[in-house]
């Protein structure tokens, strides 16, 4: 699979105009260095285990007590974390019997929970909107969970920049070319991303058509990415 670009892969027609419609729009610092490039997406119309979140979770609505009838995972994809090659954090965007979006759940440093103010979710027209960490990309839906963590979070975007190098999870153990040599290629391109967050978030992401893709092919895509941008470092 060529990793320079995104596949282009034939899509249930439905299951994408879904997932288009629910997509998340996030908010990034003024500062970010790195683009949102992808999402992967999984429709679920019953409760079942996620294919794409680590440690594993069940996606479910009834335990929850929301008014769900079905829900859409996006597996959001970076090419980079500002302390390693690559980075992938979730959303999940639950939906009423009339087509409304109930709540809205999101990942934080391999957690999740809801992604609410007052009890209700940030949404615009059918879009959830949430924030994402300087250079990390944690997501909330206000910045106060950001004021809790900034000291650690600047650290993390300045002098750890690059810390963790070619980053090696659950989900890809044994599939991505984690060497010394790569390790080292992404500690210093990273050091040169260094920065300091401004925390004003108005650097805005949409996920547009063409960046969404089923979960399963952002899977079997993910290795070629990570392989095509060692090449380039």
Known sequence: MDGSQLPQARQDAAALDLAAKYAPIIYADEREPFPLVAAGYTIFEREAESPSFRPRRMVEWESASYPATCAVEY???????????????????????????????????????????????????????LLAQPGKHAMAVSPEPFVEIREWAEQEAGPDAGKDAVLETELFRGRLPKTQENDAKVTAHLKRLAFKPS??????????????????????WIPARVAWWLEQI
Do not use: N, Q
């Open 75 to 129: 597996a959001l994809w970076w090419d980079w974390d500002i302390g390693h090659l690559y980075e992938l954090e979730h959303a999940w965007t639950f939906i009423g019997k009339s087509g409304e979006v109930v709540a809205v759940e999101a990942s934080w440093h391999g957690m999740y929970g809801p992604a609410e103010i007052d009890g209700r979710p940030v949404v615009l027209k059918t879009h959830p909107v």
């Open 199 to 220: 925390w004003k978030f108005d650097k805005r992401f949409a996920i547009t058509r063409p960046m969404l893709m089923p979960w399963t092919v952002m899977d079997a």
